[in-house]
């Protein structure tokens, strides 16, 4: 447990390798491997596969990372932790994403997204939803990524959001631009605009503004 938490905090100051070392300290140890019988230990185990894959995913190791959640799956759906699975299922989703993969990307963040919406889990419902419309907008289905954006939010209502409001506005501004709907493009380019010029946050807010002009172009075009 100790080296579980110590890969987490490795993780969160970009000291990948080390975290990775610790994850694996775990899934090496021999004694851990012969109790697989008890369910805290195949949570422990599962939980260091997990961590294992966020390692490999932020140093660019995709293939392996998705090996690793497909461990941590595997061992969270033979003790039955539903919420586990589902955010493996979210995490295998962001790498099939980053990889193009975005079938595969779809399905695995619709199947986190149905146990979050079941489990009432509202911030985890609308993270899997804002990438679940991500991967509408890769594939053309402008449409279906303007619904998605919609539940998403109506899922954050009342509470605070992990995922901004200003990457739903941009992902709802990309639609909207594919589209050709100006003004509403406009409309939330200008509001994660807003929020993005108070924070330091250079590249979305560089990519923001890029959106914008192209928009305010095919406007002043017409």
Known sequence: RTNLGR???LNEVGRHAEALSSCQEILDDPELNAETSSSAVV???????????????????????????????????????????AEVAYDRGLVLLALGQHAEAL?????????????????????ALTN??????????????????????????????PVGDHVRLLTAARAYSALHLWPEAQASFAQALAFLDQRDLAIERAR???????????????
């Not at 140093?59 to 003790?79: K, M, P, R, W």
């Not at 991500?134 to 009342?158: F, K």
């Open 7 to 9: 890969a987490q905090v």
């Open 43 to 85: 949570d422990l185990l599962a939980a260091a596969h997990q961590n294992s894959g966020l390692c490999l995913e932020l140093t660019g190791q995709f293939e392996l990372a998705l090996d690793h959640y497909a461990s941590a799956g595997v061992g969270y759906a033979n003790i039955g932790a539903t919420r586990a699975m």
């Open 107 to 127: 399905a695995a963040f619709t199947l986190a997204a149905a146990t979050f919406r079941e489990g009432g889990f509202r911030a985890l419902l609308a993270m």
């Open 132 to 161: 679940t419309a991500e991967v509408h907008l890769y594939r053309g289905e402008y449409q279906s990524c303007l619904d998605v954006l919609r539940e998403a939010n109506e899922a954050l209502a009342g509470i605070s959001s």
């Open 208 to 222: 923001a503004q890029w959106g914008l002009g192209v928009v305010l172009a095919a406007i002043g075009s017409h």
